[in-house]
């Protein structure tokens, strides 16, 4: 095979327009998602008295589905599109649905998101992918590619929700999801121009051309994705919107939504089936899978804190937070902003302790990182203690929790990122990257339940201060006792993980 030749600061030339293509991905994504909740609770379901509640719900069927559709993604691109299609489909699909959120309408609200689920599961494996088919195996600049990865990632996430959240509120909130749809057509134009310039070498190529030009029904099987891609759009809007509160009654269902159900019944089989892998792995396998399970466990809870960002925190941050550079949405900056500023130092902090033989075990990272977690929420329930007469607390509460919980994702995110691929067998190792993202998608249904816990209700527009200042604080207060007892649990079981 051609490996891709051109370099550019040491590292392979093509790393750097999937860097360029990430990042105005991430800006579409996270632009979106600093205003989406605001808009549902200011648009959407602005008349419903549990707008909140039906607001979390959404946003938490969206976040599960936007990463569950990611093992569906990257299945199809291993076995028929290939990563270049792949992303190509992928950032089509989201742009789309960009654009859709800019129409003023609830119908076209639900079938926007579903684009941007189905666009993100083809687009966001297979570029995280790409980075590595980059470099050989065992090459050594792997880590340190991704480490730039992680970069552009957050540069858009940094950028994104000021750029949007300013838009958003000067001009109408349109304005900003338009924003995230050019944002995504530029990140296409960079990936886009890097095969134009041929960096890719043949990296990207689907796994063969007989595959990819194969008849189904008379179509080619490389036409036959986009069709289905759009033609599921309109389903998974249905399930989007299925909560009971969109449409006004009560179902069979009760509390949850169809998305919660689904995600339940999956959720029985997958246990079963890392059960049956386990049995049937060899001792030393085994040993290594229950890590890795471990770890994919404990993240889930880590991401489900940290996607309080997007909803629950920007609600605090709009209600209950004295703003005075920025606003609430723009507030979805502060989480980049420190992993922009601390990604470089702490990867260097590894390497210096693993020259000193100190560099702490990953099971032990991720109980530094759970915990912080939960200090970051510690901290925020403190705020309540320095409240006005409003029951607006001091911004400094909001900047100390987001440097605590961007810490720990630093412990976490990229460590277990390359663990996961060192401890799964190579024969199901695709599996397991598949449930690692499952990770932030059952990570969402605990951001639902939390959401839902912590709504406010009422049936005026204008909520008391402090009606929601006590229920927040009270939340946060109970979400730092759990994040700490995990971590405490998982500090406790790493000596056993020895191996
Ligand atoms: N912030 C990172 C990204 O957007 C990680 C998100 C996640 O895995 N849940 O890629």
Redesign the pocket.
Known sequence: TQAPSKELFGHPAGLFYLFFAELWE?FSFYGMRALLTLYMVNEIFEALVNRDTAAAAVYASYGSLV?ASTVIGGRISDTILGMRQSIFLGGILMAIGHFVLAIENNVAFFLALAFIVVGNGFFKPNISTFVGSLYKDGDLRKDSGFTIFYMG?NIG?FAAPLLCGWLGRTYGWHYGFGLAGIGMLIGLLFFWSGIRKNVFGDKGLPPSVEVNERKVMGVKQKQLIPIIAFLSAPLIAFLLSSYQAVGGGTTFLGDQNIVNVIFKLVGFVIVGYLGYILYQASPEERKKLFVAIFITLFMTIF?GFHELSGSVITLFAARNVNLSFIDAAQTNSLNSMYIIILSIPISLLWAYLSKKKLNPRTPYKFGLGLALAGLSFYVLSLSGNSADENGMVPFSYLLVMYFLISVGELFM?PVGLSKITDLSPKRIVSFMMGIWFLS?AYAFQLVGFIGKELAVESDNTEISGFDSLNTYIGGFDLIAKYAIGAAVIILLISPLLKR
Do not use: D
């Open positions: 991430r990463y990632i996430g991401w995110s932030s």
